[in-house]
């Protein structure tokens, strides 16, 4: 008995948690590849478009607007045949299974992930702005369950496959996250926030050693790509300065986890009550990456002096004010309610989606806005610059992360965003405005994922 | 009864939490301030017994460890006739009381947590190497007791008194946690995973809540103070290169684990079958912060090169190697075999003591003491500095969480390290070491806390 227990813990616990936070880094590696050659061809196209001679503006629009069509019909038609399971983020329906309230026929099948897969690298590639956190839970759910299937085959009877199912799960909804944004610490909590209401400490180091591992070959992946030079280095890594929070910031910080509430409450219920089916000829070109690397950079784009050492460089401020013609409050204001409207109607298409990626830009983009008037607001106010650092770009994290916890109810956003940007100055802060956010928030409106869960029933 | 609700909410929840995490930062911060003065007043006595022109160095011996052992009988004394509860760690019982096994007498009276303060306050200015972290978990759970009395009175029977207890006292053990290294996010997960074997999400918010509160007040004290003026960074700031893990050391991490486990082995059965009350003339006078700064320091002991840019400064040299005449691997072996065997006969003496920030230490020394070698042993390869970037810190750092993972049996030791050096470069060795030390020694003992529990009854 001993001998079994042994290989139980080898084979079963071990190797199968390594073998899935391996094959979930490759998945996403692979996924990841696919989206950016499909960007990649997509601007091709676009300059291809323009030197042909003949070309008006028209012809450009209509190019650029029908390959996202394409990817984005293809994607839908792809799901709806292959297994119409794949629809929608995942993590409300693993929830459902976790706590044992509902089964889903065919949910983790493997014919589900792969539509799941081919659906989302389409989609994504195609240029919405939609996540890819949710449908990697239930990806990472699905992996999961065929490779207990394949060790449940010789070893069985060995422990009631009740109790291993919901561990397994549980551990799965961790890799999910984690592989997602490579935070192994932050996505282990946030599947327990998430999925579960009691949580098992046994199941706890399952969900970090196959985080570890997946965020481990994710980055060792990445290094080999030869554009990217950042290994082990953060997602978004920021460099602010040290002293860029000061004690008199903190009630700023705690004010803005109470703004965040009317524009989360806002947008949950737009989010759901949205007409479905409406929103399949939306084409938006927006780039989370790049736009959050904007946000979060750690220059302020309201000063005007050009000697000041928190100056922007050039290209940036081009891409934000289109050569000073504009005010970037504008430009800003635009891009939170044009991206607020694009996300919502995202939800309406039926293709797999998520919803954290896109919460979290419109957050930032609100944050950067809050910081620059704050940066105004005190120049305005006689002192001057050297007095009280104010870096926009730490107004934009912390308003990234108050907003994605207020509309998914969860704490453990906070460390996502610490291990997103690699750097921890700012842990106070956004500790202070997402508990804030989140326990008002919560007063209003259950989380997203609970009232997905009640529309679909 | 929704506005009856409404107050428990507002007033029960909100203020109760806030309540506690700042009062346990004012006795944090008090506490701390107590110790250094006593710390201060040994090193001046120190220099006023070496001037006096006809004292010996037997003098000079006498007065300084006389001094200690003041502190260390008064510390013991009172406690044994105040409060004789106040004894040890304090999280072995909390995980009793919190699991609903025993009910200990008095354990969270006003009295004990008294004398726990003084006592702790008493044998930690002495300079005996013991921890803080434990005994504040044990006087944490004593305030949110009192506190939770207080708001008892006047709103009796609003809910049933046990769930409450048990809420509120795995709050109070966060912020125990938390306030010790002001690490709110590492604090809550610690917190739990040490006292509890399952864990409600419903109090996860309270944690995080209390703790924040806790860190900020914390940390808005300490900038008052004139010589500190690192608000708002972490304890043991490091400054590593974000380039200072490199993949090809990720085997070297994973190895780190697996030495970790005889050490930690070792240690526990040590600590624990040492005969009690022997320990009472120990006397050592290694300051944990200034030790831990060192080996946490980004530069490279064993560098001989003067032009080399890790090279150590001459201060730090001349303390570890007395003026080169000795190796830094004399030195630091000495230092952990020291360590080791204080710590460990510190555990006999019935004072309030923790054994979390002496086994960091131990674990950080014998990080430094590998880093180093193995930048001795890559350079003797042939390949010059510039092809790997070896930096003993980040292996002192990786060893100190690895260590404490191994003994406390907690994952979440990794997130603290993370908060207290305020850098995330090492994140995925620090987890990937933790895991592997954590897991294997498992399987050889159960945990510091459990263990004290069995020989305690």
């Given at each position: 008995c001993n001998w079994r227990t042994l290989r139980h813990v080898i084979i079963e616990d071990w190797s199968l948690t390594a073998c899935l936070g391996i094959i979930m880094a490759l998945l996403s590696f692979t996924m990841d590849l696919c989206i950016e050659y499909i960007e990649d061809w997509h601007d091709e196209l676009l300059s291809l478009s323009k030197n042909v001679p003949s070309a008006t503006s028209l012809v450009t629009f209509i190019t650029w607007t029908s390959y996202t069509l394409l990817f984005v019909i293809t994607s839908t038609v792809f799901v709806h045949f292959v297994a119409p399971q794949a629809i929608g983020s995942g993590i409300p329906e693993m929830k459902a299974i976790i706590s044992g309230t509902t089964i889903?026929?065919?949910?983790?099948?493997?014919?589900?992930?792969?539509a799941k897969c081919v659906g989302m690298t389409l989609s994504l590639g195609s240029g919405?702005?939609?996540g890819k956190e949710g449908p990697f839970v239930h990806v990472a759910s699905s992996v999961a369950v065929s490779l207990s299937k394949l060790t449940f085959g010789w070893s069985k009877n060995l422990f009631p496959q009740e109790v291993r199912y919901t561990e397994v799960l549980a551990t799965a909804c961790a890799v999910g996250v984690a592989c997602t944004f490579s935070a192994p610490v932050g996505g282990v909590l946030f599947s327990i926030e998430?999925?579960?209401?009691?949580?098992?400490?046994?199941?706890?180091?399952?969900?970090?050693?196959?985080?570890?591992?997946c965020a481990g070959v994710l980055r060792l992946l990445r290094v080999q790509l030869p554009s990217k030079d950042d290994f082990l280095v953060a997602f978004y890594q920021t460099?602010?300065?040290?002293?860029?929070?000061?004690?008199?910031?903190?009630?700023?910080?705690?004010?803005?986890?109470?703004i965040i509430i009317p524009i989360g409450v806002t947008f949950l219920i737009a989010a759901?009550?949205?007409?479905?089916?409406?929103?399949k000829y939306i084409v938006g070109h927006l780039k989370h990456r790049d736009a959050l690397a904007h946000f979060f950079h750690k220059c302020t784009w309201s000063v005007s002096n050009e000697s000041h050492p928190l100056k922007c460089g050039a290209k940036l401020l081009h891409y934000w004010t289109a050569d000073g013609t504009v005010s970037i409050f504008?430009?800003?204001?635009?891009?939170?309610v044009a991206f607020f409207l694009l996300t919502i109607l995202c939800n309406a298409i039926p293709i797999p989606a998520g919803q954290f990626m896109p919460v979290f830009v419109i957050g930032a983009a609100f944050g950067r806005l809050i910081g620059e008037l704050m940066v105004i607001a005190y120049h305005e106010d006689g002192s001057n610059q050297a007095h009280m650092h104010?870096?926009?770009?730490v107004y934009s994290v912390v308003c990234a992360a108050a907003f994605c916890g207020a509309v998914t109810h969860t704490v453990s956003v906070s460390v996502i965003v610490i291990e997103l940007?690699?750097?921890?100055?700012?842990?106070?802060?956004?500790?202070?405005?997402v508990l804030i956010a989140n326990a008002v928030c919560s007063y209003f409106q259950p989380s997203i994922y609970e009232s997905i869960s009640k529309i679909k029933g």
């Open positions: 889903l026929k065919e949910y983790l099948s493997l014919k589900t992930m792969i919405l702005p939609i998430v999925t579960s209401a009691y949580f098992a400490k046994s199941n706890y180091w399952r969900g970090f050693f196959a985080a570890t591992c460099h602010y300065p040290p002293d860029s929070v000061t004690p008199d910031q903190l009630p700023a910080f705690a004010f803005l986890g109470f759901l009550t949205f007409p479905l089916g409406y929103g504008v430009t800003l204001s635009l891009f939170v104010i870096v926009p770009g940007t690699g750097q921890n100055v700012f842990i106070l802060p956004v500790l202070i405005a």
